[in-house]
């Protein structure tokens, strides 16, 4: 009553494009993550006023589709002749925005640590990394938590986007079988069935720890 | 570093293909909006209906929209729908994904924003007199569309910029489509995404303030 030509082997196959679509999630979210704490750290140190320079780039990465920065990164890569693979190419772009996004999390994170607690921090003899570290960047990542996991299941389905540079990810994977099979539902049914595996636990986690600490609660 | 001459003259002169490509974006966007905003008041009914079949309708929607790539909800409609002898050109594949994945994020804006409504608002309307249905429309509908303007701002930006993925599935008349048709026929990949890019950054802003004055008008007392 049913039967496909899908083997065990195209299985491996989409495993493996589900594989290159967590390695690519997983470099730039890591990347992302430290260049936009770094810059939200940075934004709200100098003030809006010196920082806006760095606020208008990333609000570029923010408002330019991501198919448009991929095919612009890699042809600005060819033309500066640094000969970098497609994964690397990929990686960059959406470390750069996701550090677009990280930057606002973060920034939202350390502004809502009260000044006053800071203050006191600052009164008892503590020096600014002090501050940063022992009072600020626990109380922020309470606060910034839910959005960063948010964020990171954002670039996961964003990743989807990569295959644009020859990268065979999941979707690519799928569609490659797609051509070979025939069978356009059935495949992407898996294909998508595969996304939501990975990121639906992911999602319930975000929205249990916002459950969970957002105070007043 | 640069052994690279850039040609924006020949780039330049496309600008005008490419301003008709953005109407085409703009018109995509907004009717995926429209589409999207009433398939997500259906559902906010539903997941308030207390129906079981109805809100787990609703729920499976809004979680496949919010946990799946818009690529992906795009192949499914242009490729996907196929196997049902339904075959949809990239602009209705294209409407019809996008219009999907709004909907799923508008309903869930929705439902967050219900909550800034009291429930005995609704029961207020009901002991007027009103039908259930009357209550939700003419009470709580337009207190939650005010709450969730916002959201629905960012996400007109985000379908902005989500047609863009029509190229992948052989879309040629919006922005992304004309760009890349331009840039297989001369090679100057850089020079005329740039530009793209640029238009791309001036609609998004363009809404996001048009977002704003309007709700300035809008929603003063």
Redesign the interface.
């Known amino acids: 009553m049913f039967n496909t030509a899908l083997s065990w082997s195209d299985l491996a196959f989409l495993a493996q494009g589900a594989g290159m679509t967590l390695a690519v999630t997983a470099v730039s979210v890591a990347a992302g993550t430290v260049l936009g704490i770094l810059f939200g750290v940075i934004r709200f140190q100098v003030g809006p006023y010196w920082a806006a320079p760095l606020t208008f780039v990333l609000d570029v990465f923010r408002s330019v589709p991501l198919l448009i920065q991929l095919v612009l990164g890699n042809a600005l890569q060819a033309i500066m002749k640094l000969g970098w693979a497609p994964f690397t190419t990929s990686c960059v772009v959406l470390s750069l925005y996701t550090a677009a996004y990280c930057t606002e999390i973060v920034r939202g994170g350390i502004d809502s640590v009260p000044t006053n607690t800071r203050r006191a921090a600052r009164s008892l003899g503590m020096s600014w990394f002090q501050d940063m570290r022992y009072i600020v960047a626990p109380l922020a990542v309470r606060v910034s938590l839910p959005s960063w996991i948010g964020l990171t299941l954002g670039v996961m389905k964003d990743s989807a986007l990569v295959l644009w540079l020859g990268l065979i990810e999941l979707l690519r994977a799928s569609q490659i079988l797609v051509t070979r099979l025939q069978e356009p539902l059935f495949i992407l049914l898996i294909c998508g069935a595969i996304y939501f595996i990975i990121s639906l636990p992911i999602a319930r986690l975000g929205g249990y720890l916002e459950k969970r600490w957002s105070p007043n609660d | 570093?640069?052994?690279?001459t850039f040609h924006w003259n020949q780039a330049l002169k496309a600008l005008p293909q490419m301003l008709d490509g953005a109407l085409v974006t703009l018109q995509i966007a907004l009717l995926s909006m429209i589409i999207g905003m009433a398939i997500a008041i259906a559902l906010t009914l539903f997941r308030l209906s207390g129906n079981r079949l109805l809100g787990g309708f609703a729920t499976a929607w809004v979680?496949?929209a919010?946990?799946?790539?818009?690529?992906?909800q795009i192949?499914?409609a242009h490729?996907?729908?196929?196997?049902?002898g339904i075959h949809l050109s990239p602009f209705v594949a294209l409407l019809v994904g996008i219009a999907f994945n709004n909907a799923g994020y508008l309903a869930e804006n929705f439902r967050g924003a219900l909550k800034a409504i009291p429930e005995t608002q609704t029961r207020a309307g009901r002991s007027l007199g009103m039908t259930s249905l009357q209550a939700f429309r003419l009470i709580v509908m337009p207190q939650m569309l005010r709450v969730a303007f916002l959201p629905a701002t960012n996400q007109m930006?985000w379908a902005i910029?989500?047609?863009?993925?029509g190229?992948?599935v052989g879309m040629n008349t919006d922005l992304?489509g004309v760009?890349q048709e331009l840039n297989a026929r001369s090679f100057r990949?850089?020079e005329f995404?740039?530009i793209?890019?640029v238009i791309?950054?001036v609609i998004?802003?363009a809404v996001t303030l048009a977002a704003r004055v309007f709700a300035a008008r809008m929603f003063r007392y």
């Open positions: 570093m640069f052994n690279y979680e496949v919010r946990n799946t790539p818009a690529l992906f192949y499914m490729f996907g729908l196929g196997n049902f930006v910029l989500m047609t863009s993925l190229v992948t992304a760009t990949t850089f995404f740039a793209a890019a791309y950054y998004a802003k």
